[in-house]
């Protein structure tokens, strides 16, 4: 599946005749230019309001043993964690240390997991109007704020996403 789809097919009415409306990534391209434009300022203010984001929490310990143990691509002993956080944490230099990189990737699966929601709603029928309020609203601190810790709800919740969208994509071709 291209980035840019050619058209996507949109009836007003019963009656009324087709009109093509091109998307970027699943949205209208004046929705999908919002999206970009929240996500930039969302990626600024969070990353200046929250300067010591990723905040390492009670379970971050578990999560950076694992990934230690992974750094050689070997499993030394059994953990108690399934790989793909702690592989997340040494594709982002953070096995040994949280740091900032993982803080913005886990931002831009945030992102991402709205784009792909709203691509969702889109083919739902959704306006514009709730649209931009679906990513205004998603933008908000408390469901961002999973994304300053080191915790996989972020990749969980990006993981769910794409395999929900990629699916419900794939029934509608």
Do not use: C
Request: glycine share 6%; hydrophobic share 55%.
């Amino acid at each position: 599946m291209d980035l840019i789809q050619d058209r996507t097919i949109v009836a007003a009415a019963s009656n009324a005749p087709e009109r093509y409306i091109p998307t970027v990534g699943g949205l209208p391209i004046r929705i999908a230019a919002t999206y970009v434009f929240l996500f930039v300022i969302a990626f600024w203010v969070y990353a200046t309001l929250w300067p010591s984001a990723p905040i390492a929490v009670s379970d971050t310990g578990s999560y950076l043993r694992a990934a230690q143990d992974l750094s050689d691509f070997r499993i030394n002993e059994l953990q108690e964690r399934a790989p793909g956080y702690p592989l997340l944490l040494l594709l982002t230099a953070s096995s040994k240390s949280p740091n900032r990189a993982l803080f913005f990737l886990s931002l831009a699966l945030h992102f991402a997991s709205v784009w792909l929601l709203a691509g969702l709603l889109y083919r739902a029928g959704l306006n514009e109007l709730l649209l931009h309020l679906f990513a205004l609203i998603l933008l908000l601190p408390p469901y961002v704020e999973y994304a300053g810790y080191v915790l996989s709800e972020t990749l969980g919740e990006a993981m769910l996403v794409a395999g929900l969208a990629g699916f419900v994509f794939w029934i509608l071709q």
